[in-house]
T-cell receptor
Framework: NAGVMQNPRHLVRRRGQEARLRCSPMKGHSHVYWYRQLPEEGLKFMVY????????ESGMPKERFSAEFPKEGPSILRIQQVVRGDSAAYFCASSPRDRTLYNEQFFGPGTRLTVL | AQRVTQPEKLLSVFKGAPVELKCNYSYSGSPELFWYVQYSRQRLQLLLRHISRESIKGFTADLNKGETSFHLKKPFAQEEDSAMYYCALLNYGQNFVFGPGTRLSVLP
């Protein structure tokens, strides 16, 4: 099992462009979580998805950000019209179901987004 | 509101010395607390969770509901323990609320 995969690992965008971040969960996992880490801060929850459903997007900025987890393919975090404040590390985590015995989430290596 | 605090951004200790990384939380309900660790150039990984009362790599953490704390302890630090440590609270069984992290540096 290769673990949670994220690509790209590094992404550079100019202000106003779109950023697409991809996350492939571990095999057999149907729950995906996105977190953002700003410099000098901890990870902050953004959105929780199951296949074809957004379960909780309470941590997602209301504008420019969207996420999906289609029936086939990876989960996508999309940021439209990026601004410098979007520069951060974006982490994806997956779990086999929402309430495992120990509620563990497995993290990907992260995508570091830099907005010029 | 759910919140996790880690008062030390950086903690330096000498090899063989005891280490304690502090974590406090605020949560309305019965908390589930975890410690995650990130070694250099590696992904974030689970170190231990209070519910299983385990000791991993010599680390232990006890949940103190009276003090709302979940401090991570190890009696004798090793150089390979140098890493970033995050305390995390499971928010109503779904997403994690992370603390800002403490960088542990174990000096030879």
């Amino acid at each position: 099992n290769a673990g949670v995969m994220q690509n790209p690992r590094h992404l550079v965008r100019r202000r106003g462009q779109e950023a697409r971040l991809r996350c492939s969960p571990m095999k057999g996992h149907s729950h995906v979580y996105w977190y953002r880490q700003l410099p000098e801060e901890g990870l902050k929850f953004m959105v929780y998805l199951q296949k074809e459903n957004i379960i909780d997007e309470s941590g997602m900025p209301k504008e420019r950000f969207s996420a999906e987890f289609p029936k086939e393919g990876p989960s996508i975090l999309r940021i439209q019209q990026v601004v410098r404040g979007d520069s951060a590390a974006y982490f994806c985590a997956s779990s086999p179901r929402d309430r495992t015995l120990y509620n563990e989430q497995f993290f990907g290596p992260g995508t570091r987004l830099t907005v010029l | 509101a759910q919140r996790v605090t880690q008062p030390e951004k950086l903690l330096s200790v000498f090899k063989g010395a005891p280490v304690e990384l502090k974590c406090n939380y605020s949560y309305s309900g019965s908390p589930e607390l975890f410690w995650y660790v990130q070694y250099s150039r590696q992904r974030l990984q689970l170190l231990l969770r209070h519910i299983s009362r385990e000791s991993i790599k010599g680390f232990t953490a006890d949940l103190n509901k009276g003090e709302t704390s979940f401090h991570l302890k190890k009696p004798f630090a090793q150089e390979e323990d140098s890493a970033m440590y995050y305390c995390a609270l499971l928010n109503y069984g779904q997403n994690f609320v992370f603390g800002p992290g403490t960088r542990l540096s174990v000096l030879p």
